[in-house]
């Protein structure tokens, strides 16, 4: 089996940043190499692009995707399927919001205090209603943007229609960038990351485009190439399409000064062969799918090299 080629241009922007990236300071007060600008192309024809040269925890951002296709905001959806990528924030924003300390991210009061708001989040339906909601993050505004007129828009069904009934159209876009939602979506969550993607349908083929403002490339840019993959997938599935490429553009494209070690040992890696995805056939309805409709086979990764999340 031939090498991911998906691995090697991940790998290209990966060693660009190491080798090019310049220093700059930024919200958590980490410190990133950052570069402005980026751009990667995955044809999917030519397997899965989930990374070889670390694993990737497929169900878990496949759960997430899921959770952004339901139009889902609350955190105790994701604690139940037993997964934690959004926990640090609203856990952080519950600490401010009640005048408690907030300890430094990962240490042993934080573990002990999460764990603590985890289960509190699972047991306590008030306390879940008051801290684990997420506000108006992507799932609310894929399925129900707020028009002026106080209607709600979904745009992900409206994507749907669009490519089933124009295909050539140029406006199948799907944004979650919304400014009068900036504020709300920072109280427990984050201000939409991979903020706008579009549909484009060729000679039988779906491609996404997506653009992403802030791109966290050791830590969440895989999770995000395999995201938009999957719900490529997806797409082209319910609508009778094959998957065709998925491009990735990233605005602010930065490794964390404490991600470069590991950066480095993944760069030694040799990229195995790709992954290959399937969507269970004979389901036309996106928003009937879950988890048990897909199977990926032939996923063997190096090991994974774990990193703290900047929060």
């Not at 709600?152 to 960038?177: G, M, N, Y």
Request: contains cysteine; proline residues 7%.
């Amino acid at each position: 089996m031939e090498p991911s080629i998906h691995d090697a241009e991940y790998l290209r922007l990966l060693d660009q940043l190491l080798s090019r990236g310049r220093r700059k300071t930024d919200r958590t007060g980490t410190g990133t190499l950052s570069i402005s600008g980026a751009q990667l192309r995955f044809p999917l024809d030519r397997g899965f692009p989930l990374l070889t040269t670390k694993k990737v925890p497929f169900r878990v951002l496949a759960e997430e995707l899921f959770w952004f296709i339901r139009g889902d905001t609350s955190l105790r959806s994701l604690l139940l399927k037993d997964v934690h990528i959004w926990d640090e924030w609203p856990f952080k924003s519950w600490l401010q919001r009640t005048g408690q300390d907030v300890p430094a991210p990962h240490g042993a009061e934080w573990k002990a205090l999460i764990a603590d708001f985890r289960s509190r989040i699972l047991s306590d339906d008030r306390f879940a209603a008051d801290y684990g909601d997420l506000g108006p993050v992507y799932g609310a505004q894929w399925r129900r943007w707020a028009a002026p007129d106080g209607s709600r828009i979904d745009q992900l069904a409206e994507a749907l229609r669009l490519i089933r009934t124009s295909p050539d159209s140029r406006r199948i876009v799907v944004s979650a960038w919304n400014p009068a939602d900036i504020q709300a979506m920072a109280v427990a969550g984050l201000p939409p990351c991979h903020l706008l993607f579009q549909f484009l349908v060729r000679d039988g083929r779906l491609d996404c485009l997506l653009y992403q403002r802030s791109c966290d490339v050791f830590l969440g840019v895989p999770f995000n190439i395999a995201s938009y993959a999957l719900l490529t997938h997806l797409v082209a599935s319910v609508c009778g399409l094959q998957p065709g490429d998925f491009v990735w553009t990233g605005g602010d494209v930065h490794l964390y000064l404490n991600h470069a070690d590991q950066a480095r040992v993944q760069l030694s890696r040799e990229p195995r062969g790709a992954p290959s995805l399937t969507v269970e056939p004979g389901t036309a309805d996106l928003f009937d799918l879950n988890f048990g409709n897909l199977t990926l086979s032939g996923y063997d990764p190096h090991p994974a090299l774990s990193a703290p999340v900047a929060v």
